[in-house]
C-alpha cells in the first residue's frame, strides 16, 4: 500500500487506484513480480497503461477512494 501512495503521488493523483495498486503489486518481489511475469504482464506494458489513461481531473483515473486517516477506505 505504501507503494501504491508513493506512485499515486509521483503520478500527481489525487486518489489511490486500481492502476497504483497493480503497478506497486508489479514491483514487489515477494509476489506480485513472478506472478505478472508468469502472466505475460511486463513493466512495458504497464507503462503503456499507465500513460494511456486519463488523466482528467488528475483523481487517479476516476473513481478511486481516498485513503483514510486510520488506514481503512
Not at 1 to 25: P, T
Not at 55 to 66: A, C, H, I, Q, S
Request: aromatic share 6%; proline share 0%.
Amino acid at each position: 500500500m505504501n507503494r501504491s501512495m508513493e506512485l499515486q503521488a509521483k503520478w500527481g493523483d489525487q486518489f489511490v487506484s486500481i492502476e497504483h495498486l497493480v503497478a506497486a503489486m508489479a514491483e514487489d518481489g515477494r509476489f506480485g513480480e513472478s506472478l505478472f511475469k508468469a502472466e505475460g504482464l511486463t513493466k512495458d506494458k504497464l507503462d503503456a497503461v499507465r500513460r494511456r489513461r486519463g488523466r482528467g481531473g488528475r483523481d487517479g483515473g476516476g473513481g478511486g477512494r481516498r485513503l483514510g486517516a486510520g488506514g481503512g477506505w
